[in-house]
């Protein structure tokens, strides 16, 4: 059961089709920590050119997901309701496991710092449990 379906999602963040890629947020402690989860799809649009005949989600895509989810956290608390969480900096990015149609990616996002506007985010994609991606995510709330 979801906590939080993609029309509640999209009053947090500005995110919107084809660039929502979350579909739900499964876990969500404001400010601190969110766990959505993303139903990967042979229809999604990249798929159409990555790769044809071998469709594998854009790893650059599942990082997007994980800033998406982080920005749900960030962004639901009050003082930061109808803002927008912008990327300052991706780093260590680990790509370890291919995403591909029919996989449901667990996007995890935890706010480990936060000074001002900026805040670095823990972010961890996974499919059945194993690690797809990994990586530490700076943004800035504007």
């Known amino acids: 059961m979801s906590l939080l379906t993609a029309k509640e999602i999209m009053e947090i963040i500005p995110h919107r089709q084809p660039f929502m890629l979350i579909d739900t947020i499964e876990e969500l402690e404001p400010g601190t920590r969110a ?5 990967v799809s042979y229809n999604e649009p990249f798929f159409q050119g990555h790769f044809p005949g071998e469709p594998v989600m854009p790893g650059v895509l599942i990082v997007e997901a994980l800033a998406q989810t982080g920005a749900v956290a960030i962004l639901s608390l009050e003082e930061n309701k109808g803002k927008t969480a ?6 260590s990015a680990k790509f370890k496991k291919k995403v591909i149609p029919g996989d449901v990616l ?20 996974t499919v059945d449990g194993k690690v797809a991606v990994q990586a530490e995510l700076t943004f800035a709330v504007s």
């Open 35 to 39: 766990v959505a989860r993303k139903c």
């Open 86 to 91: 912008y990327f300052a900096a991706i780093n």
């Open 106 to 125: 667990v996007l995890e996002t935890e706010i480990i710092k936060v000074k001002g506007p900026m805040g670095i985010g823990k972010a961890t994609a």
